[in-house]
Protein backbone atom coordinates (compact mmCIF):
# COMPACT_ATOMS: atom_id res chain seq x y z
CA UNK A 1 0.00 0.00 0.00
CA UNK A 2 1.54 2.93 -1.25
CA UNK A 3 0.06 5.49 1.00
CA UNK A 4 0.01 4.41 4.51
CA UNK A 5 0.82 5.51 8.17
CA UNK A 6 -1.19 7.77 9.70
CA UNK A 7 -3.40 10.50 8.05
CA UNK A 8 -1.70 13.77 7.93
CA UNK A 9 -3.85 16.94 9.24
CA UNK A 10 -4.51 19.42 6.91
CA UNK A 11 -4.98 23.13 6.49
CA UNK A 12 -6.53 24.14 3.00
CA UNK A 13 -6.43 27.94 3.11
CA UNK A 14 -8.59 29.93 1.00
CA UNK A 15 -10.13 27.65 -1.19
CA UNK A 16 -13.14 28.10 -2.92
CA UNK A 17 -16.24 25.96 -2.34
CA UNK A 18 -18.81 25.42 -5.53
CA UNK A 19 -21.30 27.58 -4.70
CA UNK A 20 -18.85 30.42 -4.61
CA UNK A 21 -17.79 31.36 -0.86
CA UNK A 22 -14.18 30.82 0.03
CA UNK A 23 -13.48 29.28 3.45
CA UNK A 24 -10.57 27.14 4.66
CA UNK A 25 -10.92 23.87 4.83
CA UNK A 26 -9.46 22.12 7.85
CA UNK A 27 -8.92 18.03 8.10
CA UNK A 28 -8.00 15.63 10.50
CA UNK A 29 -7.60 12.08 9.65
CA UNK A 30 -10.15 10.41 7.41
CA UNK A 31 -12.92 13.30 8.32
CA UNK A 32 -13.16 17.08 7.66
CA UNK A 33 -12.85 19.01 11.03
CA UNK A 34 -13.45 22.56 10.26
CA UNK A 35 -14.47 25.03 7.91
CA UNK A 36 -14.56 29.05 8.21
CA UNK A 37 -11.89 31.95 7.83
CA UNK A 38 -8.44 32.11 9.87
CA UNK A 39 -8.42 28.34 10.82
CA UNK A 40 -5.42 27.70 12.53
CA UNK A 41 -3.53 24.09 13.60
CA UNK A 42 -0.53 23.77 15.10
CA UNK A 43 1.17 20.69 12.73
CA UNK A 44 -0.89 20.90 10.56
CA UNK A 45 0.43 20.63 6.63
CA UNK A 46 -0.72 23.82 5.06
CA UNK A 47 -2.21 24.45 1.90
CA UNK A 48 -2.43 27.52 -0.22
CA UNK A 49 -5.14 27.13 -2.14
CA UNK A 50 -5.96 30.61 -3.19
CA UNK A 51 -8.17 30.45 -6.76
CA UNK A 52 -8.33 27.09 -6.26
CA UNK A 53 -12.26 25.21 -6.49
CA UNK A 54 -13.14 22.74 -3.64
CA UNK A 55 -14.90 19.76 -4.75
CA UNK A 56 -15.77 16.74 -3.24
CA UNK A 57 -13.94 14.07 -4.38
CA UNK A 58 -14.95 12.59 -7.79
CA UNK A 59 -16.98 9.70 -7.97
CA UNK A 60 -16.63 7.79 -11.80
CA UNK A 61 -19.57 4.92 -11.77
CA UNK A 62 -17.66 3.71 -15.38
CA UNK A 63 -14.18 3.09 -15.94
CA UNK A 64 -12.21 -0.01 -17.28
CA UNK A 65 -9.57 -1.00 -14.76
CA UNK A 66 -8.81 -4.00 -16.87
CA UNK A 67 -7.28 -6.69 -14.10
CA UNK A 68 -7.40 -9.55 -13.77
CA UNK A 69 -6.33 -10.29 -17.10
CA UNK A 70 -5.33 -7.49 -19.44
CA UNK A 71 -2.69 -5.88 -17.32
CA UNK A 72 -0.72 -5.24 -19.92
CA UNK A 73 -3.43 -2.22 -20.38
CA UNK A 74 -3.96 -1.36 -16.87
CA UNK A 75 -4.08 -2.75 -13.51
CA UNK A 76 -6.40 -1.68 -10.61
CA UNK A 77 -3.02 0.29 -9.13
CA UNK A 78 -2.11 2.33 -12.15
CA UNK A 79 -5.77 3.03 -12.90
CA UNK A 80 -5.87 4.04 -9.53
CA UNK A 81 -3.33 6.31 -10.10
CA UNK A 82 -4.70 7.76 -13.30
CA UNK A 83 -7.97 7.96 -10.84
CA UNK A 84 -6.52 10.09 -8.30
CA UNK A 85 -4.82 12.06 -10.97
CA UNK A 86 -7.79 13.38 -12.28
CA UNK A 87 -9.43 14.26 -9.10
CA UNK A 88 -11.21 10.88 -8.28
CA UNK A 89 -11.71 9.63 -4.97
CA UNK A 90 -14.15 6.34 -6.11
CA UNK A 91 -14.23 4.44 -9.11
CA UNK A 92 -16.55 1.76 -10.08
CA UNK A 93 -14.33 -0.87 -11.82
CA UNK A 94 -16.47 -2.16 -15.27
CA UNK A 95 -16.84 -6.26 -15.55
CA UNK A 96 -15.02 -7.09 -19.21
CA UNK A 97 -11.89 -8.31 -17.24
CA UNK A 98 -11.13 -11.88 -17.58
CA UNK A 99 -12.07 -14.15 -16.35
CA UNK A 100 -14.99 -11.73 -16.13
CA UNK A 101 -16.38 -10.16 -12.58
CA UNK A 102 -19.40 -12.80 -12.61
CA UNK A 103 -18.98 -14.25 -9.50
CA UNK A 104 -18.71 -13.15 -5.79
CA UNK A 105 -14.98 -14.74 -6.19
CA UNK A 106 -13.90 -11.99 -8.73
CA UNK A 107 -15.46 -9.03 -7.49
CA UNK A 108 -13.98 -9.46 -4.41
CA UNK A 109 -10.59 -10.24 -5.66
CA UNK A 110 -11.07 -6.34 -7.73
CA UNK A 111 -11.70 -4.68 -4.07
CA UNK A 112 -9.35 -6.12 -2.74
CA UNK A 113 -6.79 -4.88 -5.49
CA UNK A 114 -8.18 -1.46 -4.87
CA UNK A 115 -8.04 -1.65 -0.78
CA UNK A 116 -4.09 -2.88 -1.48
CA UNK A 117 -3.56 0.21 -4.31
CA UNK A 118 -5.03 2.77 -2.00
CA UNK A 119 -5.16 5.33 -4.09
CA UNK A 120 -8.95 5.83 -4.88
CA UNK A 121 -12.48 3.55 -3.21
CA UNK A 122 -12.75 0.37 -6.07
CA UNK A 123 -16.25 -0.61 -6.32
CA UNK A 124 -16.66 -3.58 -8.56
CA UNK A 125 -19.01 -3.83 -10.83
CA UNK A 126 -21.20 -7.34 -11.60
CA UNK A 127 -21.72 -8.73 -14.52
CA UNK A 128 -25.13 -9.51 -15.87
CA UNK A 129 -24.66 -12.32 -17.61
CA UNK A 130 -22.30 -15.29 -17.06
CA UNK A 131 -18.53 -14.58 -18.97
CA UNK A 132 -20.61 -11.30 -20.39
CA UNK A 133 -22.07 -14.05 -22.76
CA UNK A 134 -25.32 -12.84 -23.01
CA UNK A 135 -26.93 -16.48 -22.23
CA UNK A 136 -27.27 -17.07 -18.68
CA UNK A 137 -27.96 -14.46 -15.40
CA UNK A 138 -24.77 -14.31 -13.39
CA UNK A 139 -24.80 -14.67 -10.02
CA UNK A 140 -25.97 -10.94 -9.02
CA UNK A 141 -27.18 -12.25 -5.34
CA UNK A 142 -23.71 -13.86 -4.40
CA UNK A 143 -22.35 -10.98 -5.62
CA UNK A 144 -24.64 -8.51 -3.78
CA UNK A 145 -23.73 -10.31 -0.92
CA UNK A 146 -19.77 -10.72 -1.05
CA UNK A 147 -18.22 -8.35 0.98
CA UNK A 148 -17.37 -6.54 -2.64
CA UNK A 149 -21.34 -5.57 -2.01
CA UNK A 150 -22.21 -5.14 -5.50
CA UNK A 151 -25.26 -3.30 -6.15
CA UNK A 152 -24.18 -1.99 -9.94
CA UNK A 153 -24.72 -4.42 -12.90
CA UNK A 154 -23.22 -4.68 -16.27
CA UNK A 155 -22.24 -6.23 -19.50
CA UNK A 156 -21.01 -3.21 -20.59
CA UNK A 157 -18.83 -3.77 -24.35
CA UNK A 158 -21.76 -5.44 -24.70
CA UNK A 159 -25.42 -5.07 -24.45
CA UNK A 160 -27.90 -7.43 -22.69
CA UNK A 161 -29.73 -7.73 -26.22
CA UNK A 162 -32.21 -10.41 -25.30
CA UNK A 163 -35.30 -8.85 -23.38
CA UNK A 164 -36.02 -11.48 -21.43
CA UNK A 165 -32.45 -11.66 -19.83
CA UNK A 166 -32.86 -8.28 -19.43
CA UNK A 167 -36.21 -8.12 -17.95
CA UNK A 168 -34.97 -10.85 -15.54
CA UNK A 169 -31.95 -9.24 -14.33
CA UNK A 170 -34.00 -6.18 -14.10
CA UNK A 171 -36.32 -7.99 -12.03
CA UNK A 172 -33.57 -10.12 -9.80
CA UNK A 173 -31.63 -6.72 -8.67
CA UNK A 174 -34.95 -5.31 -6.93
CA UNK A 175 -34.49 -7.24 -4.21
CA UNK A 176 -31.49 -5.64 -2.82
CA UNK A 177 -31.58 -2.03 -4.56
CA UNK A 178 -29.67 -3.10 -7.16
CA UNK A 179 -29.52 -1.43 -10.94
CA UNK A 180 -28.76 -2.80 -13.97
CA UNK A 181 -26.09 -0.39 -16.48
CA UNK A 182 -27.15 -0.92 -20.11
CA UNK A 183 -24.55 -0.29 -22.80
CA UNK A 184 -27.22 -0.05 -25.33
CA UNK A 185 -26.24 -1.27 -28.06
CA UNK A 186 -28.61 -3.31 -30.82
CA UNK A 187 -26.45 -5.61 -32.12
CA UNK A 188 -27.79 -6.30 -35.24
CA UNK A 189 -28.07 -2.74 -35.95
CA UNK A 190 -24.31 -2.35 -35.61
CA UNK A 191 -22.73 -5.16 -36.77
CA UNK A 192 -19.45 -4.28 -38.24
CA UNK A 193 -20.19 -0.33 -37.65
CA UNK A 194 -17.16 1.70 -37.33
CA UNK A 195 -18.10 4.91 -36.83
CA UNK A 196 -21.11 7.13 -36.53
CA UNK A 197 -23.95 6.40 -39.60
CA UNK A 198 -24.37 9.83 -41.35
CA UNK A 199 -23.25 11.82 -44.27
CA UNK A 200 -19.63 11.47 -43.19
CA UNK A 201 -19.81 7.97 -42.73
CA UNK A 202 -21.21 7.58 -46.22
CA UNK A 203 -18.37 9.81 -47.50
CA UNK A 204 -15.47 7.77 -45.70
CA UNK A 205 -16.95 4.48 -46.82
CA UNK A 206 -17.15 3.53 -43.64
CA UNK A 207 -19.93 0.66 -41.97
CA UNK A 208 -22.18 3.31 -40.23
CA UNK A 209 -23.46 3.04 -36.44
CA UNK A 210 -27.09 4.06 -36.18
CA UNK A 211 -28.55 6.24 -33.97
CA UNK A 212 -31.61 4.44 -33.37
CA UNK A 213 -29.16 1.36 -32.42
CA UNK A 214 -29.16 2.85 -29.03
CA UNK A 215 -32.08 4.71 -29.36
CA UNK A 216 -34.23 1.01 -30.03
CA UNK A 217 -32.56 -0.80 -26.74
CA UNK A 218 -32.97 2.33 -24.61
CA UNK A 219 -36.56 2.71 -25.41
CA UNK A 220 -37.34 -1.29 -24.91
CA UNK A 221 -35.36 -0.91 -21.56
CA UNK A 222 -37.02 2.24 -19.85
CA UNK A 223 -40.41 0.43 -20.69
CA UNK A 224 -39.30 -2.95 -19.22
CA UNK A 225 -38.22 -0.73 -15.97
CA UNK A 226 -41.49 0.29 -15.63
CA UNK A 227 -42.73 -3.16 -16.33
CA UNK A 228 -41.20 -4.41 -13.34
CA UNK A 229 -41.32 -1.34 -11.39
CA UNK A 230 -36.94 -1.80 -11.13
CA UNK A 231 -34.02 0.60 -11.79
CA UNK A 232 -32.62 1.35 -14.73
CA UNK A 233 -29.08 3.02 -15.33
CA UNK A 234 -28.11 3.61 -19.65
CA UNK A 235 -24.04 4.10 -20.17
CA UNK A 236 -22.58 6.35 -22.37
CA UNK A 237 -25.84 8.13 -23.95
CA UNK A 238 -24.11 9.33 -27.03
CA UNK A 239 -27.07 10.25 -29.27
CA UNK A 240 -29.71 13.33 -29.44
CA UNK A 241 -32.80 10.97 -29.54
CA UNK A 242 -31.56 8.91 -26.97
CA UNK A 243 -31.70 12.36 -24.44
CA UNK A 244 -35.34 12.32 -25.93
CA UNK A 245 -36.36 8.98 -24.85
CA UNK A 246 -34.51 9.46 -21.66
CA UNK A 247 -36.55 12.90 -21.05
CA UNK A 248 -40.01 10.79 -22.01
CA UNK A 249 -39.33 7.94 -19.77
CA UNK A 250 -38.10 10.27 -16.78
CA UNK A 251 -41.79 12.60 -17.35
CA UNK A 252 -43.64 9.40 -16.74
CA UNK A 253 -41.78 9.07 -13.80
CA UNK A 254 -39.89 5.44 -15.02
CA UNK A 255 -36.52 4.77 -12.44
CA UNK A 256 -33.96 5.83 -15.08
CA UNK A 257 -30.16 7.55 -14.88
CA UNK A 258 -27.83 8.22 -17.40
CA UNK A 259 -24.36 9.11 -17.85
CA UNK A 260 -22.41 11.19 -20.60
CA UNK A 261 -18.89 10.59 -21.32
CA UNK A 262 -16.71 14.01 -21.40
CA UNK A 263 -15.68 12.66 -24.72
CA UNK A 264 -19.52 12.99 -26.17
CA UNK A 265 -20.01 16.25 -24.13
CA UNK A 266 -16.52 17.67 -26.44
CA UNK A 267 -15.47 15.61 -29.34
CA UNK A 268 -17.39 15.21 -32.83
CA UNK A 269 -16.81 12.74 -35.65
CA UNK A 270 -15.30 14.97 -37.98
CA UNK A 271 -12.03 14.03 -36.03
CA UNK A 272 -12.43 10.77 -37.38
CA UNK A 273 -11.37 11.87 -41.06
CA UNK A 274 -7.80 11.49 -39.79
CA UNK A 275 -8.18 7.68 -39.33
CA UNK A 276 -6.22 8.38 -35.83
CA UNK A 277 -7.45 5.23 -33.51
CA UNK A 278 -7.31 7.78 -30.58
CA UNK A 279 -10.52 8.67 -31.88
CA UNK A 280 -12.19 5.45 -32.31
CA UNK A 281 -14.85 4.34 -29.53
CA UNK A 282 -17.67 2.77 -29.29
CA UNK A 283 -20.56 4.50 -28.86
CA UNK A 284 -19.02 6.33 -32.05
CA UNK A 285 -18.31 10.18 -31.50
CA UNK A 286 -21.39 11.65 -32.94
CA UNK A 287 -22.37 14.83 -34.72
CA UNK A 288 -22.30 18.32 -33.57
CA UNK A 289 -26.31 18.39 -33.32
CA UNK A 290 -25.98 14.99 -30.80
CA UNK A 291 -23.15 16.80 -29.00
CA UNK A 292 -25.15 19.92 -27.99
CA UNK A 293 -28.27 17.77 -27.22
CA UNK A 294 -26.09 15.96 -24.76
CA UNK A 295 -24.57 18.92 -23.36
CA UNK A 296 -28.54 20.74 -22.86
CA UNK A 297 -29.78 17.24 -21.08
CA UNK A 298 -26.83 17.82 -18.70
CA UNK A 299 -27.95 20.60 -18.11
CA UNK A 300 -31.73 19.87 -17.42
CA UNK A 301 -30.60 17.03 -16.06
CA UNK A 302 -32.43 14.26 -17.70
CA UNK A 303 -28.58 13.06 -17.85
CA UNK A 304 -27.77 12.77 -14.48
CA UNK A 305 -24.18 12.03 -14.45
CA UNK A 306 -21.01 12.71 -15.94
CA UNK A 307 -18.79 8.79 -16.32
CA UNK A 308 -15.21 8.78 -18.38
CA UNK A 309 -15.18 5.29 -19.81
CA UNK A 310 -11.82 5.37 -19.45
CA UNK A 311 -10.52 2.37 -21.50
CA UNK A 312 -7.38 1.87 -21.62
CA UNK A 313 -5.49 -0.05 -24.41
CA UNK A 314 -2.12 -0.62 -25.44
CA UNK A 315 -0.13 0.89 -28.33
CA UNK A 316 -0.60 -2.73 -30.45
CA UNK A 317 -3.92 -2.34 -30.54
CA UNK A 318 -4.33 1.26 -31.48
CA UNK A 319 -1.42 2.24 -34.12
CA UNK A 320 -3.29 -0.17 -36.84
CA UNK A 321 -5.91 0.27 -39.52
CA UNK A 322 -8.67 2.35 -38.64
CA UNK A 323 -10.50 -1.12 -38.94
CA UNK A 324 -8.56 -3.13 -36.88
CA UNK A 325 -8.08 -0.89 -34.26
CA UNK A 326 -9.36 -1.37 -30.39
CA UNK A 327 -12.60 0.83 -29.36
CA UNK A 328 -12.36 3.24 -26.31
CA UNK A 329 -10.21 5.90 -24.83
CA UNK A 330 -8.42 6.26 -21.38
CA UNK A 331 -10.01 9.53 -19.89
CA UNK A 332 -9.50 9.44 -15.99
CA UNK A 333 -6.95 12.07 -16.00
CA UNK A 334 -8.41 14.66 -18.39
CA UNK A 335 -12.00 13.97 -17.31
CA UNK A 336 -12.66 17.41 -14.85
CA UNK A 337 -10.55 19.41 -17.60
CA UNK A 338 -12.88 18.17 -20.78
CA UNK A 339 -15.97 19.01 -18.77
CA UNK A 340 -15.24 22.16 -17.83
CA UNK A 341 -14.05 23.03 -21.70
CA UNK A 342 -17.44 21.69 -22.85
CA UNK A 343 -20.01 23.05 -20.67
CA UNK A 344 -18.34 24.74 -17.71
CA UNK A 345 -16.71 27.52 -19.74
CA UNK A 346 -19.48 28.23 -21.82
CA UNK A 347 -21.90 28.73 -18.60
CA UNK A 348 -24.18 25.91 -19.06
CA UNK A 349 -22.97 24.37 -15.75
CA UNK A 350 -21.48 25.71 -12.59
CA UNK A 351 -19.12 24.13 -10.22
CA UNK A 352 -22.22 23.02 -7.99
CA UNK A 353 -23.52 21.44 -11.13
CA UNK A 354 -20.32 19.89 -11.27
CA UNK A 355 -20.47 18.77 -7.36
CA UNK A 356 -23.47 16.87 -8.70
CA UNK A 357 -22.54 15.24 -11.85
CA UNK A 358 -19.19 14.53 -10.80
CA UNK A 359 -19.57 13.37 -7.30
CA UNK A 360 -22.73 13.16 -5.47
CA UNK A 361 -25.36 11.70 -8.00
CA UNK A 362 -22.82 9.26 -9.01
CA UNK A 363 -22.43 7.89 -5.72
CA UNK A 364 -26.38 7.86 -4.99
CA UNK A 365 -26.88 5.57 -7.99
CA UNK A 366 -24.03 3.69 -7.14
CA UNK A 367 -25.26 3.04 -3.22
CA UNK A 368 -21.79 3.82 -1.59
CA UNK A 369 -21.80 5.63 1.40
CA UNK A 370 -18.72 7.59 2.18
CA UNK A 371 -18.42 9.50 -1.29
CA UNK A 372 -19.95 12.15 -2.95
CA UNK A 373 -20.92 14.23 0.77
CA UNK A 374 -21.05 17.39 0.41
CA UNK A 375 -18.06 19.97 1.75
CA UNK A 376 -19.17 20.30 5.35
CA UNK A 377 -17.97 19.34 8.95
CA UNK A 378 -17.94 15.59 9.82
CA UNK A 379 -18.02 15.05 6.25
CA UNK A 380 -15.07 12.11 4.67
CA UNK A 381 -11.81 13.63 4.00
CA UNK A 382 -12.67 12.73 -0.15
CA UNK A 383 -11.32 16.39 -1.71
CA UNK A 384 -10.11 17.73 -5.22
CA UNK A 385 -8.77 20.65 -5.36
CA UNK A 386 -8.80 22.00 -9.01
CA UNK A 387 -7.61 24.90 -10.64
CA UNK A 388 -10.13 26.81 -13.27
CA UNK A 389 -7.27 29.40 -14.38
CA UNK A 390 -4.48 27.10 -15.58
CA UNK A 391 -4.50 26.06 -19.39
CA UNK A 392 -2.25 23.31 -20.42
CA UNK A 393 -1.52 21.79 -23.68
CA UNK A 394 -2.76 18.24 -22.51
CA UNK A 395 0.26 15.65 -23.02
CA UNK A 396 1.63 12.31 -21.65
CA UNK A 397 3.21 13.47 -18.81
CA UNK A 398 -0.43 14.14 -17.57
CA UNK A 399 -1.54 10.50 -18.00
CA UNK A 400 -0.71 8.21 -14.69
CA UNK A 401 -2.17 4.66 -15.80
CA UNK A 402 -0.26 2.14 -17.75
CA UNK A 403 -1.52 2.81 -21.52
CA UNK A 404 -1.67 6.41 -23.06
CA UNK A 405 -5.02 5.93 -25.55
CA UNK A 406 -5.94 9.74 -24.98
CA UNK A 407 -7.84 11.68 -28.04
CA UNK A 408 -6.63 14.71 -25.67
CA UNK A 409 -2.76 14.66 -26.70
CA UNK A 410 -1.04 17.79 -27.80
CA UNK A 411 -5.24 19.54 -27.03
CA UNK A 412 -4.97 22.60 -25.31
CA UNK A 413 -7.57 22.29 -22.27
CA UNK A 414 -8.50 24.58 -19.52
CA UNK A 415 -8.08 23.26 -15.77
CA UNK A 416 -5.66 21.22 -13.88
CA UNK A 417 -5.91 19.37 -10.82
CA UNK A 418 -4.10 20.50 -8.00
CA UNK A 419 -4.35 18.08 -5.27
CA UNK A 420 -6.56 15.15 -4.05
CA UNK A 421 -7.57 13.76 -0.53
CA UNK A 422 -8.70 10.48 -0.21
CA UNK A 423 -9.67 9.02 3.52
CA UNK A 424 -7.53 12.26 4.72
CA UNK A 425 -4.26 11.59 2.61
CA UNK A 426 -2.84 13.61 -0.12
CA UNK A 427 -3.10 11.25 -3.16
CA UNK A 428 -2.12 13.82 -5.43
CA UNK A 429 -0.66 16.74 -4.57
CA UNK A 430 1.47 20.08 -6.48
CA UNK A 431 -0.69 17.85 -9.67
CA UNK A 432 1.74 15.19 -9.08
CA UNK A 433 0.87 11.55 -7.61
CA UNK A 434 2.22 10.91 -4.69
CA UNK A 435 3.77 7.30 -4.08
CA UNK A 436 5.66 5.85 -1.28
CA UNK A 437 9.05 8.13 -1.38
CA UNK A 438 7.40 11.41 -1.88
CA UNK A 439 4.90 10.52 1.30
CA UNK A 440 7.73 9.70 3.82
CA UNK A 441 9.74 12.86 1.96
CA UNK A 442 6.39 14.70 2.99
CA UNK A 443 6.49 13.27 6.61
CA UNK A 444 9.97 13.70 7.21
CA UNK A 445 10.02 17.39 6.27
CA UNK A 446 6.61 17.36 8.40
CA UNK A 447 6.21 21.45 7.14
CA UNK A 448 4.26 23.48 5.02
CA UNK A 449 3.70 22.38 1.26
CA UNK A 450 2.38 25.20 -0.96
CA UNK A 451 -0.09 24.10 -3.50
CA UNK A 452 1.50 27.05 -6.75
CA UNK A 453 -1.67 28.75 -8.47
CA UNK A 454 -1.56 29.48 -11.96
CA UNK A 455 -2.54 32.99 -13.59
ZN1 LIG B 1 -19.99 0.56 -23.01
Known amino acids: MPIDGMAQRWLIRGATLPDGTSTDIRLDGARIAELGTGLSQSGASVIDAAGLVALPGLVDLHAHLREPGYEHSETVLSGSRAAARGGFTSVFAMANTLPAQDTAGVVEQVLALGESAGYVDVQPIGAVTVGLAGKQLAELGAMASSRARVRVFSDDGFCVSDPLLMRRALEYVKSFDGVIAQHSQEPRLTEKAQMNEGALSGELGLVGWPAVAEESIIARDVLLAEHVGSRLHVCHVSTAGSVDVIRWAKARGIQVTAEVTPHHLLLTEDLVRGYDARFKVNPPLRSREDVEALRAGLADGTIDIVATDHAPHPAESKDCEWDAAANGMVGLESALSVVHAAVVANGMLNW ?95 HARGVPTHG
Open 352 to 446: SDIERVLSRTPAQIGRITGQGKPIAVGSPAELTLYDPAATRVFGRADLSGTSVNSPYLSMTLPGEVRATFHRGYATVLDGTVQGEIARSNLEIAG
